[in-house]
Nanobody, 123 residues
């Protein structure tokens, strides 16, 4: 079982920045596709950024140019740098790990392991 633990959420004013972190086992960061998702009450969990085993990144249009996904395998940590935050970014943010090197999609079912979530509130 892969345990992922997010941190770094909080409350921030519109236009501000936050950096989320996700700690887990090293082999996940070296090998597998990982992602950040977010969810607001009453809506589906939405994938917003992925990084594959070769560090190739993709982003949903809603966050492209504002958010950056990265990983530090030496620290066993996945990051999401969020800049120019908007109220619409308010959500619970989750990190996730797949069991494939390449990212197969944005669906929740494409990822096998999840963190517990960290809340981001933008006002």
């Amino acid at each position: 079982h892969v345990q992922l633990v997010e941190s770094g959420g909080g409350s921030v004013q519109a236009g501000g920045s936050l950096r989320l972190s996700c700690a887990g086992p090293r082999y996940s960061y070296d090998t597998y596709c990982m992602a950040w998702f977010r969810q607001v009450p009453g809506k589906e969990r939405e994938g917003i950024a992925t990084i594959d085993g070769n560090a190739v990144t993709t982003y949903k249009d809603s966050v492209k140019g504002r958010f950056t996904i990265s990983k530090d395998s030496a620290k066993n940590t996945l990051y999401l740098q969020m800049n120019t935050l908007k109220p619409d970014d308010t959500a619970m943010y989750y990190c996730a790990s797949a069991t494939t090197i390449y990212c197969m999609g944005w669906e929740r079912g494409d990822f096998a392991y999840w963190g517990q979530g960290t809340q981001v509130t933008v006002s």
